[in-house]
Nanobody, 125 residues
Framework: QVQLVESGGGLVQVGASLRLSCAAS????????MAWFRQAPGKEREFVAT????????YYAHSVKDRFYITRDNAKNTGYLQMNSLKPEDTAVYYC??????????????????WGQGTQVTVSS
């Protein structure tokens, strides 16, 4: 059974940085594509970043490109999202997700089978 637990969210000011973590258990983490999505109040869940099983291929949403960086440490069964230069519009609940399928440039939430519970990120101006 796949289990994902996000951590690292919080309340920060504009321009700050945060690093989210996604701890995985119950399966072979290194076999799965991983992604981060986010959902703001009243909005649909949107793609943020994704990474292939080895970490050699990454894709980002245009809104976060060159500010956010997705990485993974398969030895630790953990994925990360480094978020820099945070903006108020980055405020959302952030979710990690995994799937056995190949990495896609612009995945949707429907492409992922397993999800964490989410961690709140609030950027205050």
């Amino acid at each position: 059974q796949v289990q994902l637990v996000e951590s690292g969210g919080g309340l920060v000011q504009v321009g700050a940085s945060l690093r989210l973590s996604c701890a995985a258990s119950g399966y072979t983490f290194s076999s799965y594509t991983m992604a981060w999505f986010r959902q703001a109040p009243g909005k649909e869940r949107e793609f943020v970043a994704t990474i292939n099983w080895s970490g050699s291929v990454t894709y980002y949403a245009h809104s976060v490109k060159d500010r956010f960086y997705i990485t993974r440490d398969n030895a630790k069964n953990t994925g990360y999202l480094q978020m820099n230069s945070l903006k108020p519009e980055d405020t959302a609940v952030y979710y990690c997700a995994v799937d056995r399928d190949i990495v896609r440039p612009t995945p949707t939430a429907a492409d992922f089978d397993s999800w964490g519970q989410g961690t709140q990120v609030t950027v205050s101006s």
